[in-house]
């Protein structure tokens, strides 16, 4: 169990992009998102100004905790933060546009219901996203930087959440356990059933006839 000095020391070196702005007056945000790889549903963005003070304890890749954790982790960001706002963009979009520029679209929707303005921008991977303000693209940022963490856990609990509401709606999908990636049992459903509503034509042609 890792102890309380080493978990201050750890979440330091996690906050070593966002010194190197804070120090220079700068106002930081971080911005991840959660979703591109799935079969159905949406993609999620966020965008999430934290405060110098205090770090959350905890805080990693939401990719590294377990569901739980995020959970609890979710909500002491939402209380912490400074601001944040959420983008989505559905499967629909994600169809007429292709997934990466449906990412991009997200991630400025997530800036703007931020309603604050930053000075710069820490971003998990992708560049090319049009926001008023410096963009520094991390590959592996989630693992990297402190605010993108803190991004990628709302995202994932954002999307997790909505995902669990489909589920409701089509239950033969198993959406609640596989948050819409193409697992063996999803796959399975999608070629008996056909696809529903919140499929993604584009990413099902080799499963089924899109068309249906």
């Given at each position: ?49 934290m405060p110098r ?38 499967e629909d979009v ?97 070629k008996k059933l ?19």
């Amino acid at each position: 169990m890792r102890s309380k000095i080493d978990e201050q020391q750890r979440l330091f070196e996690l906050t070593k992009y966002e010194r190197e702005l804070w120090e220079k007056g700068l106002v930081v945000c971080g911005m991840d998102e959660v979703g591109r790889g799935p079969l159905a549903g949406p993609v999620v963005t966020c965008c999430v100004i934290m405060p110098r003070e205090p770090l959350i304890e905890g805080v990693n890749d939401s990719k590294k905790l377990s569901e739980k954790k995020r959970e609890a982790l979710y909500e002491s960001i939402m209380n912490e933060a400074v601001a944040y706002g959420f983008g989505v963009c559905g499967e629909d979009v994600i169809d007429e546009i292709n997934i990466l520029n449906a990412t991009k679209r997200a991630f400025a929707e997530s800036y703007r219901n931020m309603h604050t303005e930053a000075d710069a921008a820490l971003i998990d991977a992708v560049e090319g996203i049009d926001i008023p303000c410096r963009k520094i693209p991390l590959i592996h940022g989630d693992a990297l930087s402190y605010s993108i963490a803190c991004a990628s856990i709302l995202a994932k609990v954002k999307r997790d959440r909505m995902l669990a509401e489909m589920d409701e709606l089509y239950p033969e999908y198993g959406f609640a356990k596989n948050k819409g990636y193409g697992t063996a049992e999803h796959i399975a459903a999608l070629k008996k059933l056909g696809p529903c509503p919140i499929h993604r034509r584009s990413f099902i042609k080799n499963f089924v006839d899109s068309d249906e």
